[in-house]
């Protein structure tokens, strides 16, 4: 599988942006997809998550709330609303899948990983 994030950058404290993660190379409704993100110094930590057919979702207690993730089988694309951003949500954000029903929160659950996005969140 092979994924392409896209839609990270500079953004003001309380401000939003939409992260977006293309997929391809596998069937796209068989796919569990999930971000995680990794902060300076820090380890890689769960985001969200989402299961194969779009039906369930989970979320990092850090983000429910303020950001939703949605998965569009159409268009072969995961989004990642975020709303409410905080100088903590700053981190590298890597999309993942895994061949399989999803919702997986640890980084070994998942086969595939994009190159990771920069979203930096200014006080």
């Known amino acids: 599988v092979q994924l392409q994030a896209s839609g990270g950058g500079l953004v003001q404290s309380g401000g939003s942006l939409r992260l977006s993660c293309a997929a391809s190379?596998?069937?796209?409704?068989?796919?569990?997809m999930g971000w995680l993100r990794q902060a300076p110094g820090k380890e890689r930590e769960f985001v969200a998550a989402?299961?194969?057919?779009?039906?369930?979702?989970y979320y990092a207690d850090s983000v429910k709330g303020r950001f939703a993730l949605s998965k569009d089988n159409a268009k072969n694309t995961l989004y990642l609303q975020m709303n409410s951003l905080k100088p903590e949500d700053t981190a590298v954000y890597y999309c993942?899948?895994?061949?399989?029903?999803?919702?997986?929160?640890?980084?070994?659950?998942?086969?595939?990983w994009g190159q990771g996005t920069q979203v930096t969140v200014s006080s």
């Open positions: 190379g596998h069937p796209f409704a068989r796919l569990g």
């Open positions: 993942a899948a895994a061949m399989s029903y999803g919702l997986g929160t640890k980084g070994r659950e998942y086969d595939s």
């Open positions: 989402i299961n194969w057919s779009a039906g369930s979702t």
